[in-house]
Nanobody, 126 residues
Framework: QLQLVESGGGLVQPGESLRLSCAASGFNLKYYAIIWFRQAPGKEREKVLC????????YYADTVKGRFTISRDNDKNVVYLQMNSLNSDDTATYYC???????????????????WGQGTLVTVSS
């Protein structure tokens, strides 16, 4: 069974950091593009950041540039989203997804992404 599980969300104060994890089972993440999305309350899901199999990052949300980074640990079969200098606009449920049809980031449509995690909630509030 192909599965992604996100973890690491929680409540933090503005300016603090969090690292989210996206752990895969049933397939090896290192061959595929992995994309992080987020969905804020009452808003549409937004594509945030993608990492290719060559560890090249592509940012889709300008508001996270310089604050968020993506990385992977192939030995653990996990992709991470490091989020620094968090603010209230970052409050959302964060999802990871895998494009098992591609190793590169090319602004994939959500419909192309066959494996999704259940999401982890990040709340930034004082």
């Amino acid at each position: 069974q192909l599965q992604l599980v996100e973890s690491g969300g929680g409540l933090v104060q503005p300016g603090e950091s969090l690292r989210l994890s996206c752990a895969a089972s049933g397939f090896n993440l290192k061959y595929y593009a992995i994309i992080w999305f987020r969905q804020a309350p009452g808003k549409e899901r937004e594509k945030v950041l993608c990492m290719s199999s060559k560890n090249e990052s592509t940012y889709y949300a300008d508001t996270v540039k310089g604050r968020f980074t993506i990385s992977r640990d192939n030995d653990k079969n996990v992709v991470y989203l490091q989020m620094n200098s968090l603010n209230s606009d970052d409050t959302a449920t964060y999802y990871c997804a895998a494009d098992r049809g591609s190793s590169t980031c090319y602004d994939q449509l959500e419909s192309y992404l066959e494996v999704w995690g259940q999401g982890t909630l990040v709340t930034v509030s004082s």
